[in-house]
């Protein structure tokens, strides 16, 4: 029999879920379940960055030694590079910035209390205070807590905002279920470094410093990744005036190296032979959450994409699903199980502004990268600009939001639980 005080069941075992069941499981009186889908945990995919910031949770939840051996770069600042940027859609381009650092990293998968095969499809509060849960396969199982961690399609999002749209006669809920098409294609593909074009006799500078080639609705983002035996490229398209409209096709699709190399016709040559070289690049198209006013109601918390999925160009996604991960999983662990609404609620306030502020900065950093923010091309300023986006990593400490968290929660615990939530 089990003596724990409270049952969390995760609902997702992406980068954000598997955290978080990695941090619940230092806490001895928390049950942590993992109910995943798929038959087994995925990469989320090679090439995905995280910043030092991100690095210094994993250091905190005592997981940076295990990232570090699967890790393509060694997370020393002290070597990291930024990314050069580029005007790109002519043929001669000339470099007009330099920031941040990103890290590339492989996935480690967190050993945790695993089900696999569990595909949500509903949740019910129970009138003892439980959530019952119903999966694909008419399995079905209880819980304290639900933390929504599937993804920028969540299930328990749509459900969530289902049931508050009609508990608040708030239809416009409604419309914050679906994912939104932000009018960009990305072509993504991945060179072994081997097949690399040299440029005018040297080699090929993608291989030297991560590189961000900026032009007119479009631009290309490419580093090296596997110790710079393989180097990754996603190049970004984009129609201002199909914002917001359905997107019409499978989210990713193969495509030909042909509708790459006519999308971005023109531009200098180092991106085009780049470009060339990828025989099976994959056609993606770029969807975001619009900003939800809530992450948890009724016991019910959404962590990750499905919180706040966002656009890519602040690689902040993983490292936004992490930081919420550290939150709740400390807020958590410090309440008691009378003060669990309270520990919800810290979380929310902690993150909600924070994460939706990294969601509209990402997509605007898309417009800057390709001339369509209030800066136009204007150098002198887009630089700096650009460079701003990325001030969320530095201010404020992984420590101070989380100290943060706590203070909410024990003025939360001293008034009393704010409002009955059961
Ligand atoms: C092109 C592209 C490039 C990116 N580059 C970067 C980058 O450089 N840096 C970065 O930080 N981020 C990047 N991201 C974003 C990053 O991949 C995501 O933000 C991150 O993976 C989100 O993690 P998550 O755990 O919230 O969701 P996911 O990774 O989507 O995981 C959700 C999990 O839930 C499971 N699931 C779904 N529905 C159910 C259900 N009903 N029941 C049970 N299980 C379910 C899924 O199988 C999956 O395992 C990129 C994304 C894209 C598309
Ligand atoms: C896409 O291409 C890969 C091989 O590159 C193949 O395995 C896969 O089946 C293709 N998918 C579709 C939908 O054609």
Redesign the pocket.
């Known amino acids: 029999m089990s003596t724990k005080s409270f049952r969390v069941a995760i ?7 598997l955290c978080l069941a990695v941090a619940l499981s230092k806490h001895t009186h928390i049950q942590v379940d993992v ?4 038959e087994r ?2 990469e ?2 090679a ?4 910043w030092s910031r991100t690095w210094r949770i994993l250091e905190l939840l005592e997981l940076a030694p295990h990232f570090a051996k699967v890790a393509d770069t060694q997370p020393d600042p002290a070597v990291a590079t930024g990314f050069e940027y580029r005007r790109s859609d002519t043929k001669d381009g000339f470099k007009w910035n330099l920031v941040a650092m990103p890290y590339a990293f492989a996935e480690q998968l967190p050993k945790g209390l695993a089900h696999f095969r ?4 509903s949740y019910e509060k129970q009138a003892g205070g439980e959530i019952a849960l119903t999966f694909a396969d008419g399995a079905s199982a209880v819980c304290d807590l639900l933390v929504g ?7 328990v999002r749509a459900q969530m905002l289902r049931v508050k749209a009609k508990e608040d006669a708030q239809p416009g809920l409604l419309n914050l279920i679906e994912p939104k098409w932000t009018g960009t294609i ?1 072509y ?1 593909g991945l060179i072994p470094s081997t097949n690399l074009p040299s440029v005018d006799g040297a080699r090929h500078r993608t291989l030297a410093s991560p590189m961000m080639y900026c032009g007119q609705n479009k631009h290309v983002v490419a580093y090296s990744i596997s110790q710079g035996n393989i180097v990754n490229f ?1 190049a970004f398209a984009s129609d201002l005036n199909r914002k917001n409209t359905a997107y019409g096709a499978e989210w990713v699709t193969n495509c030909s190296k042909d509708e790459v190399l006519q999308c971005f016709g023109g531009w200098e040559s180092e991106v085009s032979l780049l470009l060339e070289r990828e025989e099976k690049p994959t056609k ?1 198209g ?1 969807h975001h959450l619009e900003e939800l006013p809530f992450f948890v109601t009724n016991r019910v918390v959404l ?4 919180a706040h ?2 656009s ?1 160009h602040l ?7 992490i930081e919420d991960a550290y939150i709740l999983a400390h807020v958590l662990g410090a309440a008691a199980p009378k003060s669990l609404d309270a520990a919800l609620e810290a979380y929310q306030q902690t993150r909600l502004p924070v994460a939706n502020h990294v969601l509209r900065s990402s997509y605007e950093s898309g417009n800057m990268y390709e001339f369509n923010s209030r800066f136009g091309d204007e150098y002198s300023a887009l630089g700096p600009a650009i460079g701003h986006q990325w001030d969320f990593l530095t201010e404020s400490t992984p420590e101070g939001e989380a100290e943060k968290a706590m203070r909410i929660l024990r003025s939360l615990e001293r008034q009393g639980i704010i409002r009955e939530r059961l």
């Open positions: 609902c997702g075992g992406g980068i954000g879920g109910f995943e889908g798929a945990f995925k989320i995919g090439g995905v960055m995280i569990r595909r949500l499809v961690c599937d993804g920028i399609k969540s299930v990305a993504r996603v993606w770029i962590l990750g994409d499905a999925g966002m890519p690689g902040a996604g993983a490292g936004q699903a």
